[in-house]
């Protein structure tokens, strides 16, 4: 019965959005009212209360009665729309009722979808709001009552029904179709496939598969958590099979499914939200991102190539590679590229995100369908993977839409008693005129916030709070976006909440504490990247050509430094020499200017000359050979 429900909803939930995508979504505060409550009574299906307890029965009350109330709150807010909008009408106590359910709704599914931490914040932004007149000192403010909390949070759109839940059920809503269509009708194979082929020969090329692979799985689904549980039930057992440590082999996935929440084009749905929050466009935000997300790639593929050379992992074998003519056959090749034009066109064209996700959707099934027909797929298979597609999108925007309707309720408090504001300028106040001193106290609380929490979600917070200490101190807008993006993204592998290196360790079957060490030294680069957006604001595409390409440069030295650096590799046959000379090439790379670039270059490039002339090559000795873990 449940099953069925669930099914019943999540295709209701996938027609939304695919009709509000081609045609135009409706009124404001109607899209996102019928969304939400689309969203909460998936997610009471797909997240049920006590299944497998002897109070079951309770649970199935409990989420009928929010069921009842989540429609009745969010079906008052529709048919009110235009009244709500026009006259910010006064809270009355039916307000403060439905307003009390909605909150209800929102932080359970919150807990059970992704734990306490969430909830916990926004019950502590409501409390903040609530009880602010009894806080002393800077961080004190006059209070609200309960009727003006409620009529920001439901009788508006600055609460519940504001930005990040119109980006949601528009934006971000198509393109989590237009992924999961894609995947669903074959991508996902073809990406897996194409990695193998790519990477998979070369030293440590299991590693290199699971970075390949999570990074095109990343770039679609935007999901560090959901990159790891897909990707890597396919990389983990490989790695593994080829004896590669264990804890190594969850570090890389957990890592390259991460790279994938910066890279565009969906930076973990975090493009879209940035693009409201600074009135940039989206392809704006998707071009600033992308020399920093090649910069981080190359880091982690490098740093796994040098740690593959030293340890002598193993390469995939010959007889488990796909040939190219299996890989490129016109039916695996021609609907992902189809989809792929048929996206960037309506991009290109200046047409809506949304619409233009639909241009990708529509040239997905028409390409999918005839080559499917052609090679005697029966129809009804074909119809189970685009039913699917549509089904599991549904069920994919369930977290997404549930947890920015919570931050939604928490950047409304915020705003309302300005904390936001107040943090900044004490952040500013202990940093004073220094940029990095500011930068690095910014940086290490985004990591704190971000903990346990998804990515798009952090970002809404850490955006709200500490992106303005930065832009108080003189740093461009979309700069300080990305800084506090990239360091609520690093959470997820930063001890010690690191939920992605949490479930890839529980593949892998090994402690995640030796795993989280791994996954910080393999995407030690990324930690240093936002402060190199601040030196180099040109990688952004601040400037001039010849900056950019100057940037570039220094970007790619410092990578190549960091990561022979953190890997360990033996250059001179002196440890201690190649640490002060790769130090010596960072710094170089970490200073503006022509002539410290070509330094910087004309030294990486002496030292790896000094390597190769070297007579006998790494990886050599007993010591590098790995041993295979008996651990379980």
Known sequence: MREHLTRGLALTLGGLILYTAATGPFDSLIQRSIFLALVILLGLTVYPLGVGTRWRPLGVAFDLALAVGAVLACGYVAMNSERILVELPWASTRDMVFTGVLLVAILELSRRAIGLIFPFLVVAGLAYAWFGAAIPGPLGHRGFDLAYITETIYLGDLGVWGMLVGVAATTIAAFVLFGSLLLHTGGGQTFMDLALRISGRSPGGAAKVATVASGLFGMVSGSAVANVATTGNFTIPMMKRLDYPRPF???????????????????????????????????????????????????????????????????????????????????????????????????????????????????????????????????????????????????????????????????????????????????????????????????????????????????????????????????????????????????????????????????????WLPAAGEAVRLAAAIYVIPFLLLIYPALAGFSGAFDIALAICQGVVFVIAFASLMSRVAITGNRALDIIGLIVVIGLALTPGWLTTVAALLAMAGMYAVHRRRPVSIGNTARDVPVKETNP
């Open 249 to 511: 082999a969850a570090a890389v996935e957990a890592v390259a499914s991460t790279g994938g929440q910066i890279a565009p084009p969906i930076l973990g749905a975090a493009a879209f939200i940035m693009a409201e929050i600074l009135g940039e466009s989206y392809l704006r935000i998707a071009l600033a991102a992308l020399l920093p997300a090649i910069l981080f790639y190359l880091g982690v593929f490098l740093t796994i190539h040098l740690v593959a050379q030293r340890r002598n992992l193993r390469v995939v074998p010959a007889d488990e590679l796909p040939g190219w003519h299996e890989v490129l056959r016109p039916e695996r090749i021609v609907p992902i590229l189809a989809a792929l034009g048929g996206l960037f066109f309506g991009v290109l064209n200046g047409r809506s995100i949304q619409l233009s996700a639909f241009y990708g959707i529509m040239m997905t099934v028409l390409t999918f369908v005839p080559f499917a027909l052609l090679v005697r797929t029966p129809v009804q298979e074909i119809l189970g993977k685009l039913l699917s597609g549509l089904m599991d999108a549904g069920r994919g925007m369930v977290i997404i839409g549930v947890l920015l309707a919570g931050a939604q309720i928490l950047v409304a408090m915020i705003g309302m008693t300005g904390i936001g504001v107040t943090l900044a300028s004490l952040i500013v106040n202990v940093g004073g005129e220094s940029l990095f001193l500011v930068a690095g106290i910014v940086g290490g609380v985004c990591l704190i916030l971000g903990m346990g929490i998804p990515t798009t979600a952090a970002y809404v917070l850490v955006a709200s709070v500490l992106a303005p200490a930065l832009t108080t101190i003189g740093v461009e807008p979309l700069i300080a976006h990305l800084f506090v993006f990239y360091f609520a993204t690093l959470s997820v592998i930063t001890p010690p909440v690191c939920v992605a290196v949490f479930v890839a360790s529980g593949i892998a079957g090994t402690n």
